[in-house]
C-alpha cells in the first residue's frame, strides 16, 4: 500500500475484554514499532520488529500486551484483559531495512478507549 | 536513560510570524535528534533529523533546527508560519542504531496555534 495501514481506527472495549489492533506496514519495509500515545503525551515505544523477529519489546507495559508477526509483514498488538489506563492511541510505524528508527513512516493509529 | 523536555506546550502565533520551539535534550552520547509533525488525526510526519556534521539543518514545509550541544537543544524554527502549520509538533532523540536498541523517545509535544 501506499503508506503503513491500522485497523481499526477506533476502538471501543469494555474493561477487560481482549483487543487486538492491527498494522499494514508499507510493503518491503523490515523495520516495524509500536507506539503508545496517551492523551496529550508524547507517543512511548512500546515494542520493535525486524522481520518476524521481536528485537525489543522493553517498552510493553504488562504481559498483558503481545505483539507479533509471525510472516514479517503485517503485526498485531494484542492487549488481553484491558484496563482504563490502556485507553490510548497506538501508533505503528515501519521503515526501510538499514534505516531503523532513521526515517520512520508512521499510521494514523488506532484509538483505544476502554470503558 | 535518554530524555527530551519541550518546555512549551502551547504557543500561539500570528500568520507570517516567526516562530521557535524549544527542545532539549538528554543523552549520554551524540544523539540522533528528530522533529515530527502530527496533525489531528493522523500519524506524525518527519521534519527533519539531525545525525552528524552541519548542525544547521533543513527541513521540509520550509522548517529547520541547530543542534546546540553546548545547551543540549534542538530547537526548530520557522521565518514565516502559514494557517497550515498548526498541528502539534514533537521532538524526538534517539540512541545510535544498535541492533536491538531501536527506540525513539519523544517529548511530550507543543502544540501550535496560528491566529489570523
Known amino acids: 500500500g501506499a503508506g503503513v495501514s491500522q485497523s481499526p481506527r477506533y476502538k471501543v472495549a469494555k474493561r477487560g475484554q481482549d483487543v487486538a489492533l492491527r498494522c499494514d506496514p508499507i ?3 523490515v523495520s516495524l514499532f509500536w507506539y503508545q500515545q496517551a492523551l496529550g503525551q508524547g507517543p512511548e515505544f512500546l515494542t520493535y520488529f525486524q522481520n518476524e523477529a521481536q528485537l525489543d ?3 510493553l507495559p504488562s504481559d498483558r500486551f503481545f505483539a507479533e508477526r509471525p510472516e514479517g509483514s503485517v503485526s498485531t498488538l ?6 482504563q489506563e490502556d485507553s490510548a492511541v497506538y501508533l505503528c510505524a515501519s521503515s ?13 493509529g488506532t484509538q483505544l478507549s476502554v470503558l | 536513560a535518554q530524555s527530551v523536555t519541550q518546555p512549551d506546550i502551547h504557543i500561539t502565533v500570528s500568520e507570517g510570524a516567526s516562530l521557535e520551539l524549544r527542545c532539549n535534550y538528554s ?4 544523539p540522533y535528534l528528530f522533529w515530527y509533525v502530527q496533525s489531528p488525526g493522523q500519524g506524525l510526519q518527519l521534519l527533519l533529523k539531525y545525525f552528524s556534521g552541519d548542525t544547521l ?4 514545509k520550509g522548517f529547520e533546527a541547530e543542534f546546540k550541544r553546548s545547551q543540549s537543544s534542538f530547537n526548530l524554527r520557522k521565518p514565516s508560519v502559514h494557517w ?4 502539534e509538533y514533537f521532538c524526538a532523540v534517539g540512541a545510535k542504531a544498535n541492533f536491538g536498541n531501536e527506540k525513539l523517545t519523544f517529548g511530550t509535544g507543543t502544540r501550535l496555534t496560528i491566529i489570523p
Open chain 1, 27 to 29: 510493503s518491503g519495509h
Open chain 2, 57 to 60: 539543518v533543513q527541513g521540509i
Open chain 1, 57 to 59: 519489546k522493553s517498552g
Open chain 2, 84 to 87: 497550515s502549520d498548526a498541528a
Open chain 1, 78 to 83: 494484542k492487549i488481553q484483559r484491558t484496563q
Open chain 2, 27 to 30: 543523552y549520554g552520547a551524540t
Open chain 1, 96 to 108: 526501510l531495512w538499514g534505516q531503523g528508527y532513521e526515517k520512520l513512516f508512521f499510521g494514523s
